[in-house]
């Protein structure tokens, strides 16, 4: 190998100090710490969002926090949502979610106690449970159970108060056991494209652009499997 002269070795050094410095300057302004929604509402739910490279992960973090084109938005079947799902509404009330409440105080910009009455408005539901098998869609509420078919009515892009986005992917009523069944059921679970859900936010009623105001009331749904540990744990985590 070619020994190099002094010279030549200082330039060397010299251009590599200079790409390293260029290099780490790009990476940082990769590196954003979003204090946005987590939900299609104004959820304080905080992400530190260090993009490593990996353009997939990035993607998908940014379309979890409501950062996307419209052309990445695609149609969804209703059995994206399939399963038995119970409301995390009863872990709100019974304690349970305390945890969760404290871990946002930590991070975020309220106190434990006003993060749970937040979320003790938007998760409040007497819907304690819904099972989606196919088109179907059964709702446990006070005892009672009503079950329909509902088929896909489309999706519509929503733009909030925090500057992102969101989408309600929208399901209208076709075939019912009871007429107590709500005429429309909008999804949203902080996806834009087929994928299976792993919890979601539901919004029901009878006027379709009327629910597409509803910010404030959100029930949430997990898995019925789930305890409430498990929950806690799946909450923190996102």
């Known amino acids: 190998m070619m020994a190099l002269s002094p010279k030549r070795m200082s330039v060397l050094v010299l251009s590599a100090l200079i790409l390293t410095s260029v290099q780490g ?3 940082n302004d990769h590196e954003h710490d979003h204090d946005h929604t987590h939900h299609d509402h104004d959820h304080d739910h905080d992400h530190d969002h260090d993009h490593d490279h990996d353009h997939d992960h990035d993607q998908d973090s940014d379309i979890y926090a409501g950062y996307f084109d419209d052309d990445q938005v695609k149609d969804r079947a209703l059995t994206d949502w399939e399963g038995d799902w119970q409301s995390v509404y009863p872990y709100l009330e019974d304690g349970t979610l305390d945890e969760v409440f404290a871990h946002k105080a930590a991070n975020g910009d309220k106190t434990a106690e006003e993060y749970k009455a937040y979320y003790d408005k938007g998760y409040q539901t007497d819907v304690e449970r819904i099972v989606i098998d196919g088109n179907n869609v059964t ?11 509902y088929q896909y009515d489309g999706y519509e892009i929503l733009t909030y108060q925090a500057g992102n986005r969101g989408v309600r992917f929208i399901y ?30 539901l919004y029901w009623g009878d006027d379709r652009e009327a629910l597409l105001e509803e910010v404030t009331n959100w029930p949430t749904y997990y898995l019925s499997k789930l305890n409430g540990d498990e929950i806690v744990e799946e909450m923190i985590a996102h």
């Open 139 to 149: 709702f446990f509420e006070n005892g009672e159970e009503m079950s329909g078919d």
């Open 25 to 27: 300057v790009s990476a």
């Open 172 to 201: 209208e009523l076709e075939e019912a056991s009871d007429d107590k069944l709500p005429q429309y059921i909008q999804f949203s679970d902080h996806s834009i494209y087929p994928t299976d859900a792993h919890h979601f936010h």
